[in-house]
């Protein structure tokens, strides 16, 4: 079924600062190709594009993406990195604006994310609503360690929430970072500014679909990680970006301790023998991605499971299908989550979770319906391991998990929402215009 089409086309642009493969880009890209696919002019502009390492959709040619103020460094000396951001963004503002200026098409509503300093800029230059998409507080993300860190965050930490309340419409990922939004951001919460919720949004293969990435999972795999699955029992999957955040170390402690508990009894039905494959996004221009990755290595080797981990720095779209297709469920290691994109994607394949109880996850996994939720600590999910190696465990919580996804989490409901919020940003902003309240009329 195509999407409906608006009865009037809108121009949209999007303001987002790196354009890799975590799960914002995964968000925006999703955006953008729901609201092109309704029959809307979509730009995308960013400060650094790699098509080489960015997700399909972006090849596609169904929107336009810019690169903007990526001429500006990424940090200096792998230092000031939020800074560098506020500046390239605040720089990307700057040329979204004297390029519609110039061209004399100027955007109907601008979506922006992840750094909400040039929201005022782009509404002063502009004069056009501008959607937020917070997808968690920066503040939180970069807890000060010493005195001179608190230094140089505060003005950040500033900015951020004073820039946030200039938005036209802010909206979160969930209930979750709803109330987090809250108790952070307390002079816009006590302004009344209650963020709307939108959930990210998975495509939910067909059936077919999935028949065809359990048949055909070994062909699109590395020969080398193809074997390693082959010769495990049950594995699962890790699927997060290689930073320190995303505590995948707990997996491997997971596996570690699971392996420790049936040492004595040996590979059987009751004791299968694990494997664990640790996927995700690696940029080798981040030092913590480069460092995290020889970190998890290290931990494996030390822990004597190094010969039951594989990595696979990076995949194609192809790869992520192929690695959910060969697993027995998905392992979901953050703690206090704003969402996580991972626990749905593994839902719209049938694969149950293993997720920390807290954050995001309390809302995109059901416990012990469609997936499990634990403490993290690495005996209890050895507990969780072993239970979802019971016959049968698994594929009746993916089963339930994939039918959830399919009914709340669909690209579809998502760019209908997402078309709803922004058609009527721009539906204020032509009547505040009618009645002289400001902005002029779309060209």
């Not at 090849?59 to 500046?87: E, N, T």
């Not at 040996?266 to 940029?283: C, R």
């Not at 579809?412 to 078309?419: D, I, M, N, P, V």
């Amino acid at each position: 079924m195509s999407p409906r089409k608006h009865s009037r086309p809108l121009r949209i642009a999007f303001c987002h600062p790196d354009l890799g493969l975590g799960g914002a880009e995964r968000l925006i890209v999703d955006a953008a190709k729901e609201l092109a696919a309704r029959g809307h002019m979509v730009e995308i502009s960013t400060a650094y594009y790699d098509p080489a390492r960015s997700f399909e959709e972006t090849r596609s040619g169904a929107f336009a993406i810019k690169v903007r103020g990526g001429w500006f460094p990424r940090s200096l000396g792998g230092r000031a990195i939020a800074l560098c951001a506020y500046i390239r963004c605040l720089i990307m503002a700057v040329s979204l604006s004297w390029s519609c200026w110039r061209a004399a098409s100027r955007p109907d509503v601008v979506i922006v994310d992840q750094v909400s300093v040039a929201i005022p800029l782009l509404r002063w230059l502009l004069r056009r609503p501008v959607l937020f998409y917070c997808h968690f507080p920066d503040l939180l993300l970069a807890a000060p360690t010493t005195r001179l860190h608190r230094f140089y965050r505060a003005p950040l930490d500033w900015l951020e929430q004073a820039t946030t309340g200039t938005a036209d419409l802010v909206v979160v990922n969930s209930r979750f970072t709803q109330g987090i939004f809250a108790r952070t951001f307390r002079r816009l919460h006590g302004r009344g500014l209650v963020p709307d919720v939108l959930y990210p949004a998975v495509v939910v293969p067909s059936d077919a679909q999935l028949a065809a990435a359990r048949a055909g999972w070994k062909r699109t795999l590395p020969p080398d990680l193809a074997r390693f699955i082959e010769s495990r029992d049950a594995v699962f999957l890790s699927i997060n970006r290689f930073e320190r955040k995303k505590n995948v170390g707990l997996a491997i402690r997971a596996l570690a301790a699971a392996q420790a508990q049936a040492s004595h009894q040996g590979a059987s039905a009751a004791n299968p023998l694990l494997g664990l494959v640790i996927a995700g996004g690696h940029d080798a221009r981040l030092r913590e991605n480069v460092e995290h990755l020889a970190e998890l290595r290290a931990l494996a080797a030390e822990l004597g499971v190094a010969g039951a981990v594989a990595f696979l720095p990076s995949f194609t779209d192809a790869q992520r299908a192929a690695l959910l297709a060969s697993a027995r469920a998905v392992l979901y290691t953050p703690t206090d989550e704003h969402l996580g994109i991972v626990p749905l994607e593994a839902a719209a394949a049938g694969r149950a979770v293993l997720a920390c109880a807290s954050g995001g996850p309390l809302e995109t996994v059901v416990k012990s319906e469609t997936g499990l939720l634990r403490d993290p600590r690495p005996e209890v999910w050895a507990d969780a391991l072993r239970a979802l190696c019971v016959p049968g465990a698994a594929e009746r919580m993916g089963a339930a998990a994939r039918r959830r996804a399919a009914l709340r989490f669909s690209r579809a409901a998502f760019g209908e929402r997402l078309e709803g919020l922004v058609a009527r940003l721009a539906a204020h902003r032509a009547q505040r215009a009618g009645a002289g309240g400001g902005g002029a009329k779309t060209e």
